[in-house]
């Protein structure tokens, strides 16, 4: 099985251009916003030029975060002969970033592709493997159907999934078919065990009440908990003021928390060097609740020692948090009401 991670989001761009340019069959691609903008990574003239081709080619994109995508763009690219979906639901949202080569090689993780994210840090793993192909094939399929795909070939994914053996990566998703605690069951079973260290990476930290109480217990019984968030996130001054909030409350508990100077959009769990995950979802009530999420779990050793590495170059690059960091106002009453709620 081969792996390469990315961390920022123009290397990920890059690699995933030239998986596209180089398959053969088939590229399947969903993705929250895609924006057409890309200066210097053309997806938009790559997919044509692949369905020109003659390579088949589906995108399915959520129609809120891809709202920014033109109409000539989507005409464009189906006169191309790119078949092109739209995830639409009222509350829930398409928030997964996969792209399937040639059914052999699938790239998942937390980058999107829109102009604006050109300098952000973020991270994405490129993997093979056939148990983990197939897993993450029968969730593209189940999504495709439910945006309204026809595809035979690609329906015939679908079906009653196999028992899983012994692998050393293995997707997971949420929202999708039914399945929506198979994340949050992940992150339970492997904090719940954690024995020496938890390391969490996400850029919106707004943690709902189980997963406060596993790291508290994680906490509790000596395990070393670090959370890393960025300094400013895209989202303005209320999502600034909840992850710093959430941070002063973690701090106090006992957490050891480190602010990225840039923005940083990775979504991880490693723990204690032993199991890792990257995905899409965020540490927040939306990415454990009402949206679509995917994600892949491994505990492969060169994998998990490359992970380390990177989060270690990230701490060492970051601030320590500390709680003279946030001073509180009346208003974080209201922050932790919600905390509450959720």
């Known amino acids: 099985m081969g792996y390469r991670f990315y961390t920022t989001s123009q290397s990920a761009w890059k690699g995933?251009?030239?998986?596209?340019?180089?398959?053969?069959?088939?590229?399947?691609?969903?993705?929250?916003?895609?924006?057409?903008?890309?200066?210097?990574?053309?997806?938009?003239?790559?997919?044509?030029?692949?369905?020109?081709?003659?390579?088949?080619?589906?995108?399915?994109?959520?129609?809120?975060?891809?709202?920014?995508?033109?109409?000539?763009?989507?005409?464009?690219?189906?006169?191309?002969?790119?078949?092109?979906?739209?995830?639409s639901h009222w509350f829930r949202r398409l928030h997964r970033k996969i792209l399937i080569i040639d059914e052999r090689t699938v790239f998942l993780g937390g980058v999107n592709i829109g102009g604006m994210y050109a300098l952000w840090k973020d991270m994405q793993v490129r993997v093979t493997g056939k148990r983990l192909l197939a897993s993450s094939l029968r969730s593209f399929a189940r999504v495709y159907e439910e945006c309204g795909g026809k595809n035979a070939a690609i329906l015939s994914r679908l079906g009653k999934e196999p028992l899983l053996k012994k692998t050393k990566t293995w997707f997971i998703e949420h929202g999708i078919g039914g399945k929506w605690l198979q994340i949050r069951e992940h992150y339970e079973e492997h904090i719940g065990k954690a024995e020496r260290s938890i390391t969490l990476v996400t850029p919106y930290?707004?943690?709902?009440?189980?997963?406060?109480?596993?790291?508290?217990?994680?906490?509790?019984?000596?395990?070393?908990?670090?959370i890393i968030i960025p300094q400013h996130t895209d989202q303005g001054w209320l999502m600034d003021r909840i992850n710093y909030f959430q941070l002063a409350f973690f701090t106090k508990l006992g957490a050891f928390c480190f602010l990225s100077l840039e923005m940083n959009?990775?979504?991880?769990?490693?723990?204690?060097?032993?199991?890792?995950?990257?995905?899409?979802?965020n540490l927040d009530p939306l990415s454990f609740g009402w949206n679509a999420e995917a994600g892949v779990f491994f505990d492969r050793a060169a994998m998990?020692?490359?992970?380390?590495?990177?989060?270690?170059?990230?701490?060492?690059?970051?601030?320590?948090?500390?709680?003279?960091?946030?001073?509180?106002?009346?208003?974080?009453?209201?922050?932790?009401?919600?905390?509450?709620?959720?």
């Open 16 to 87: 995933m251009l030239s998986a596209i340019a180089n398959a053969k069959k088939s590229i399947y691609l969903e993705m929250y916003i895609f924006q057409g903008d890309t200066e210097g990574y053309d997806f938009l003239s790559v997919l044509k030029k692949k369905a020109d081709e003659g390579v088949s080619i589906i995108l399915i994109l959520d129609s809120f975060g891809s709202a920014g995508l033109s109409s000539s763009a989507i005409r464009n690219l189906r006169l191309a002969g790119v078949e092109v979906l739209f995830f």
């Open 205 to 226: 930290f707004f943690p709902r009440r189980w997963l406060i109480a596993r790291l508290h217990e994680a906490i509790l019984r000596g395990v070393l908990v670090e």
């Open 265 to 281: 959009h990775s979504k991880i769990l490693l723990i204690d060097d032993r199991v890792g995950m990257v995905g899409s979802g």
């Open 304 to 342: 998990i020692r490359d992970l380390r590495k990177i989060l270690e170059e990230w701490k060492s690059d970051a601030l320590s948090f500390t709680t003279e960091m946030f001073q509180s106002h009346w208003h974080d009453v209201f922050l932790a009401f919600l905390r509450r709620l959720f």
